[in-house]
């Protein structure tokens, strides 16, 4: 497979699908719409939920796993749940194969193994979930429950992207069940701010906290609460939900409490995921053309170092000369990888590692050597400096500190950028077919407006930001009053 | 529910049910075979995985992600494989829901929505993965490739138990490609030697490796090697497999590459796994009549400390003291939990944790405390010991790693007086009808020989242990000539 990256400027689409493909992040695979997650793209995540889960645990929580598979009658148990991902269910029907009598060596699906009653893949995991909270829910002691779960999900999708959608991916679903509705509201609030603190701080990825208007809440909630970050196209991506269900579930799966007066209540609810895509949103916000840039406190290889050398001895000369530097590099918890393969020039392996979007460079030659200095080369901004040898380790770790907060600052400037107050209808579509980006207006507050102003403009209301300020306006469709500005965008 | 656990003495099988529910390692769900991995059963497996994927990692393996589903044209593309799969395969058929006419508020599956081609949802994947390796393997350079997956699968079992048999189960699956015989035969034994390094230093539990006979090998493969362990009730059990998979799938998937000759080969390959059937045979092989019993180096607790007090000022007096000796087992890498909730007794609070398996438990109350003792509770052999406050949390650092140990000579020598030769069908039917456990007998090498055994006695051929020694004997069936002994059981 060639290397070349379609440059992001010329097709911004094609540019990503070669980046995720070349870079080894994930491969198209036999089954439409699902992909296989490449070890550099699993280790990439293996990473992220390392964090996450810790963060999770940190506030309380615990893993559990639930089964794959929704019996249909539970699936369809809180209606409005089961109407939003009906149209997105793969089902299962059958548990048996058998030999083909028409086709010699080809199985068929047997007829005679047809289930009784359908199985639905787990788009989302609420009703297998509160079915079972049933049986351990019975009085306020048992309360809370908080309880995350890491797992496949599928959601039948017709266009799909890697990573961004498709139809399995991968994710954690926190399930916690509460005694008052106050405490279901401070849990789904945490959580979001949970995830805040990882995309930003983790991901290098400044994201805006918001509520989701009505027809973009996830079926089945009572309130959405999201985190909505910008790519480099301008477009805006949804980083991570935490969902107030408040009894829906409750009272789909009649699980009550008796609380501290015995008397029987619902019991409230929150679910929050982040998934896979996240890996989509990490290599549209910062990568380049030359390919992938990653945050150093998640990329799978921090500091990769390259010797240059002519013949045996003087690689023998920088071996030695490294190995204490290398030693110490691990001391510090950075991950580094001593590239001395004889396979390739080291111009090869300069682009392969910047392609690979490893944070740090570091090559050393024979003059090099001899004048105790090695050259540092970062991958976000392309600086190239000469060290000296002696404390490079510290030198380095800061320097990975550094770009780790330098990514987030020039997202946070892109994002600065690109997020435009608009006061009329022409200014809102000028700027969004212009610089795209977040765009702050008035909107009415009805769903009538709201659609159509996505059929209008292409542009959604990504969220209502948490920190909104009361402001007296006029929609910018209706005219009619508005107190509060929302943020629009076109979105992934 | 009852806490109450049936003495295994009485029904063994009942009394597994008993201890994994109450014990809270996992309930039974609303789908048919499919159970839920509670939050203390998931630790454990956590613990558990973390350790092999160290394991894993340091040998060399990456971690991938492929598909759940499978097209049936690729299912079926290795013939061995998708008939000893194909009767317990979950297929899915369609890829939605919609209201369904004759009844309001329920769904049916759309017939419109009808797959064009069938998916199985996995029970293995050697086929999708080779299938996906035909893209990344073309030349030598490329090989090996050493990839592993944690994942869940689905094998549609009629007669299923919590972890030892479900429906679904997670479990990792490595599958290797090689550029040589050799080298995926040394593969197949290397990962072996880790699943045989994990059963018996982490869970304690001595395990036999050998090879299964032809009937026993899994579908698609040339050689199974297995480790088998035995339980509490002199049952075996099948703990781990690794496979050398000789050129079937890469024939069956066409995936060839040119040697350093330039020479177009078929890739050599490997497949091995270990599943949460793994927690099923920890709990059967340690347990007893009061709850789990587990092994320190894999228990989601290894201690707990209950202090004894009447009113305020003695608990705080006692957690005054504890304080610094909690830190020093932190310190110590020791995970432990103090227990000072006013809602229950302590005897309650000791009941709980010996059903929970914490190894060490730690009592301690005013008089104690005058005393400048504790007394220190070992969970596998219920002794107590007064030990000094001064020095304490070293004591149980040393303790922790004697229990382990314990542990394991102690399912050493029940294992010993439980490997029985026979030399007779008589004696090889009373051995199993009578003490049960590993029964080393001559048989002839056929097939049918092996069959007749299992339909007369029950029992099958564990293994062929590796390290079985050259022997004259007479098959003790049909008294054919065998030169050496195999390894029977009844077994899960
Ligand atoms: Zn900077
Ligand atoms: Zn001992």
Redesign the interface.
């Known amino acids: 497979m060639s290397k070349v990256i379609t440059p992001m400027e010329q097709d911004y689409s094609q540019w990503y699908n070669d980046l995720v493909l070349r870079s080894g992040l994930a ?1 198209y ?3 439409r719409g ?6 550099y ?3 990439l ?2 990473n992220m939920r390392d964090v996450l889960d810790k963060m999770f645990k940190d506030t309380g929580h ?11 009658s ?3 148990a809180e ?1 409005k749940n ?1 109407e939003g991902f ?14 083909d009598p028409a086709n010699p ?3 068929m ?1 047997d007829p005679e193994a047809r289930l009784e009653e ?4 787990r788009p989302t995991s609420e009703a ?1 979930i509160w ?2 909270y049933k ?2 829910i019975q009085s306020y ?1 048992d309360l809370p429950i908080l ?1 995350n779960q890491w ?2 999900v ?1 959601r ?1 999708e017709m266009r799909t992207r890697l990573f961004l959608r498709t139809a ?1 991916f ?1 994710w954690q679903e926190g399930h916690t069940a509460h005694a008052t509705e106050q405490e279901a509201r401070e849990e789904a609030a945490k959580m979001l701010e949970v995830y805040a603190d990882f995309v930003e701080n983790y991901m290098a990825l400044p994201v805006v906290k918001g509520v989701k208007s009505e027809s973009e809440r996830f079926a089945g909630a009572v309130d959405t609460l999201c985190i909505e970050a910008l790519m480099q196209d301008g477009k805006a991506l949804q980083a991570g939900t935490s969902h107030f269900l408040g009894q829906n579930f409750a009272k789909a799966f009649d699980v009550k409490f008796s609380d501290s007066n015995n008397k029987l209540e619902y019991v409230w609810a929150t679910s929050w995921g982040v998934s896979t895509r996240l890996i989509g949103a990490l290599v549209m916000a910062h990568s380049d053309n030359q390919g992938l840039v990653l945050p150093p406190k998640i990329a799978p290889l921090q500091v990769v170092i390259v010797p240059i050398y002519k013949g045996d001895e003087q690689l023998a000369a920088i071996t030695d000369t490294l190995k204490p530097i290398i030693s110490q590099l691990k001391d510090l918890g950075i991950s580094v990888k001593y590239d001395d393969s004889e ?1 390739a020039r080291p111009g090869w392996k300069f682009a392969e590692y910047e392609l690979q979007g490893v944070p740090v460079r570091m090559a050393i030659g024979a003059r090099d050597l001899a004048n105790g200095v090695a050259e540092i080369a970062r991958r976000d901004t392309k600086e190239k400096m000469t060290v000296n040898l002696d404390g490079i380790a510290f030198y380095i770790k800061t320097l990975l500190d550094e770009i780790q907060l330098h990514l987030f600052e020039k997202a946070k400037n892109f994002r600065a950028e690109h997020t435009t107050e608009a006061n009329s209808w022409d200014e809102f579509v000028s700027i969004l077919d212009g610089k795209g980006g977040f765009v702050s207006a008035h909107w009415d507050g009805t769903a009538e407006t709201e659609e159509k102003i996505k059929d209008l403009a292409k542009a959604t209301i990504r969220c209502i930001p948490l920190d909104a300020k009361e402001e007296a306006g006029t929609c910018i469709l209706t005219g009619k009053p508005s107190n509060k500005r929302v943020l629009f965008a076109r979105a992934y």
């Open positions: 491969d695979s036999a089954v699902c992909m296989v997650i490449k070890p793209g699993y280790r995540w293996e615990v893993n559990a796993y639930f089964p794959l598979f929704v019996p249909k539970l699936f369809e209606e089961a009906a149209k997105e269910c793969a089902v299962v029907t059958h548990y048996r194969l058998k030999n060596g080809k199985l699906v359908e199985l639905v893949v297998i079915n079972t049986g351990w002691r309880v797992a496949n599928v039948w399995e991968l396979h």
